[in-house]
């Protein structure tokens, strides 16, 4: 059975829900399609400490500021779940959850929406399907010959899994900072944290609010023709959230240079030294869900769809939400993603009218 409508949102996590606000805006007909069976997208599936980067306050979806979790300065990931779902709820956003959506594609003056439940033919769509569900793991040699247990940041859960084991985490970004100072404060793990280069910390009285301000800075920069926006921050710096902070300062949380190569009991090291260990978890990053855009055929370098904005060049009824700096400065993050959503709406609509 074919449905139609104006717009078909696929992804109903943060991404897709601030699509859906600002499409209702909009007046638009549309229909969000989530893959995950309840209200939270990603969130719901994060580690157990996990804390936002900023406070309530500025971690909000256009529309509605989260509320303060208690006495948390930094609200857990838990807490981002319960806004999520009552987001959803307060504006009534038509998701419809556990429909998995396999491809996009054109069909006349339409595009086609093919679904696990049904098929949609859409004037639009906005693809808002994020990085989760693309782990990445590096080619590093030996990695198949690892006896112990490997995971990515997405299988990570508490501590207690890796109770009287060694522990090597591969990262240097906040995901390998944070699930290497959890584990190490547990004091039942012996923990390595390996990064490719020197990790470089914020100052303690910065966090995520200046990164918002560092992606806006940056993507103004380089649509002006400048590479250098004299921020204070990077986006590759660490923030130093309270666990993190707590680990650093213990002298829990040096960090060592990549090792060169996996064994079957552990790493090796540039010097050929070598290092036992139980489990390596891989805090190495993702790349953005696209599978579905497939028959469109509008990848281009490193695997992304080239955009105007979140506008697909190759594909003007097609806007890409979410997925990184690349669909709008922080776009990724909660309090990023309200900007893109309403140009994206906004274009949508004056597509289609």
Known sequence: MTQRTDVVVVGGGQAGLAAGYHLRRQGLDFVILDAEAAPGGSWQHMWDSLHLFSPAAHSSLPGRLM????????????????YLTDYEKRYDLPVQHGTRVDAVRRDADR???EADSGTWRARAVISATGNWSRP?????????????????TVNYRCPADFADQRVVVVGGGNSGAQIAADLA?????QVTWVTQRPPRFLPDDIDGRALFDVATARRRALDAGRNDTGGVASLGDIVAVPPVRAARDAGLLTAKPMFTQLTAAGVRWADGSQSDADAIVWCTGFRPALAHLAPLNLRGPRGHIPTDGTRALGEP???????GDWTGPASAT????????RDAAREVAGLLT
């Open 334 to 341: 909660l309090i990023g993603v309200g900007r893109p959503a």
């Open 67 to 82: 509320p303060a979790q208690g006495g948390e300065t930094y609200p857990g990931a838990g807490h981002v779940v319960d």
């Open 136 to 152: 990445f793991l590096p080619a590093v040699p030996g990695r198949s010959t690892f006896t112990g247990r490997q995971l990515h």
């Open 317 to 323: 009824r097609l806007h890409l939400l979410g997925y």
């Open 111 to 113: 595009l086609l929406v």
């Open 185 to 189: 404060l547990d004091g039942r793990v």
